[in-house]
């Protein structure tokens, strides 16, 4: 597989951008895994193509794929991975990493968690969000729109460490 990097664009979302490997595409979705510093590559995401503004490849993309190929980066599309619905997405993520991961329209703002209840009806869902110490936020009660999801991601050493500390949690408790 090639290595094809590309910069990604949200509306609202300012200056802040989006960084990847292209794994694959459908119609509706980029799956990438994410370059969140120079020749970094750390997790995937999912990105809504409705909600992308701009796709870009420029110097900076070709001097990353550059560095890729010399430490001999490998993209690998994650075990079973197949497109569909945010719902599906999502779905799938839990059942292979136990937890989720998504961005909606709000900039910088990233929730985990377990999604709880899915109302196909308004095609909503709850979450039962994780926080930053690993233990589940029982104060947090918000209904979030499918539609809303701009990016699910997964697999990032944060997203791992989140999981590690919700894990030792629940240990703890037993």
């Known amino acids: 597989m090639d290595i094809v990097v590309e910069q990604f664009f949200f509306e609202d979302w300012g200056s802040n951008s989006t960084w990847g490997v292209v794994l694959a595409e459908s119609p509706n979705w980029v799956l990438i895994q994410a370059l969140p510093l120079d020749y970094i590559v ?6 809504n193509k409705n909600e992308i503004t701009k796709r870009e490849r420029d110097s ?3 001097q990353m794929e550059r560095v890729l190929k010399l430490k001999k980066y490998e993209p690998q599309i994650p ?7 945010v719902q599906e997405i999502m779905k799938w993520v839990e059942d ?5 991961g998504f961005q909606d329209d709000v900039e910088g703002e990233t929730f985990f968690g377990k999604i709880r209840e899915v109302n196909l009806e308004e095609d909503t869902f709850f979450i039962s969000t994780i926080d930053p110490q690993g ?12 539609d809303s999801v701009r990016v699910i991601s997964f697999d990032d ?8 500390l919700w894990k030792d949690n629940i240990n703890d408790r037993r």
């Open 157 to 164: 050493d944060y997203f791992n460490s989140i999981k590690l």
């Open 60 to 62: 900076e993309s070709y």
């Open 135 to 146: 233990l589940f936020d029982s104060e947090f009660e918000y209904e979030f729109s499918f």
């Open 42 to 47: 750390d997790g995937f995401k999912v990105l």
């Open 96 to 100: 292979n990493y136990e937890i989720t």
């Open 79 to 85: 075990k079973n991975f197949a497109f569909g619905t």
